[in-house]
């Protein structure tokens, strides 16, 4: 018998999911014992991604708790938001570790979550219960869990951009403004008007403008860090363009500091976080250049005319906006090299 973790996917036929099968496939110390779809479950997952055929063998199963726990000893959880909030108490309940993609157990108030995702939120213990996976911020706490809440794809660019700057007191909270842009992948493979062809081709639109979910969840975390309330105008665009998010930050800076100083201050938080890249001045990052990987890398620009400083932060929504973190988060759940599975070169070009 083999003496892998075995690992099930919930949602296996988003993109999400199937990120989360491409990872774990080659991983060396995680075997998938299920993947699982509660609309396509009997059928073979290659039906839906020929990527997967003479790769992924069998059918997809169905949903059965009963069966996970005899099948499975950690569950990845990429589902539409609010059907997580049903399933992933009773994974808990039944002694599985849990790892959930959707954003039914990020923000800690019920009231805050009902507001923003339009659905009922989940039982309150279970939401206590979740530790939010910003791997490189809240490391030491998922050490420790056995439920995680992955964050969201566009404050995992957000926050690794802004939290060792508001951490360290350098920032003006109340003039924090984020611009970032998607790739249409993050929209899911579901179809819609805005994610049509003929309408995203050769364009660029802003979307949710003052409304999008995440939100909060950023609002949350940076005001975790900094102890005090901190509200943002936070923007999102959708470009014509598969993968890829680039959040650019604009913040008044609280005191005198040289964009050397930040960079050194950077360099110095994120030291020995493989997976984050800290560009050297002058320089600044494009999401070809961390695509199909679990890098985030972050760039600078302080204008001493305003007292402005510019953070310009990219990832892959699919890989550490979502499916690698996940995996990144597993690893440290496990005790593990944090990079195991993941330290492979982004694509390029």
């Not at 363009?241 to 005198?256: A, E, F, H, P, Q």
Request: with cysteine; glycine share 10%; proline share 4%.
């Amino acid at each position: 018998m083999s003496n892998k973790l075995r690992a099930a996917i919930i949602g296996a036929t988003g993109y999400g999911g199937v990120e989360v099968i491409r990872l774990l496939l080659t991983h060396p110390n995680v075997e998938i014992t299920s993947v699982i779809s509660s609309s396509s479950a009997g059928t073979p997952i290659a039906d839906g991604y020929p990527h997967l055929n003479e790769i992924m063998i069998g059918n997809l199963d169905g949903i059965d708790v009963e069966q996970m726990k005899q099948k499975a000893d950690v569950v990845f959880l990429a589902t539409p938001h609010g059907v997580a909030a049903e399933l992933a108490p009773k994974l808990v309940d039944a002694g599985l570790k849990v790892i959930d993609i959707s954003g039914d157990f990020r923000l800690k108030s019920g009231e805050v979550y009902e507001k923003w995702y339009k659905h009922k939120p989940a039982d309150p213990a279970y939401v206590e219960k979740a530790v939010y996976g910003l791997s490189e911020v809240f490391d030491d706490e998922v050490r420790d869990a056995t439920f995680i809440s992955n964050p969201g794809c566009f404050p995992t660019a957000t926050l690794l951009g802004l939290v060792p700057l508001v951490k360290k007191g350098w920032a003006d909270l109340s003039s924090i403004i984020v611009d970032a842009k998607s790739g249409v992948s993050g929209a899911g493979r579901g179809l819609s008007l805005t994610s049509h062809y003929s309408e995203i081709n050769e364009n660029f639109l802003a979307y949710k403008v003052n409304k999008h979910q995440h939100t909060p969840e950023i609002e949350q975390v940076l005001s975790r860090v900094a102890g005090e309330e901190v509200v943002v105008t936070f923007t999102t665009h959708l470009v014509p363009m598969t993968r890829g998010i680039l959040s650019t930050m604009y913040v008044k800076l609280d005191g005198n500091h040289s964009e050397d100083e930040i960079i050194e201050m950077y360099r110095q938080y994120y030291e020995g976080r493989r997976f984050v890249r800290i560009r050297q001045k002058g320089k600044w990052p494009a999401t070809k250049e961390v695509w199909g990987s679990n890098y985030c890398d972050i760039g600078f620009s302080l204008d001493e005319r305003t007292g402005r400083l510019t953070i310009i932060s990219v990832i892959d929504n699919v890989v550490k906006g979502a499916a690698g973190q996940a995996v990144q988060n597993l690893n440290l759940m496990m005790g593990w090299e944090e990079s195991t599975g993941l330290a492979f070169t982004p694509v390029y070009p």
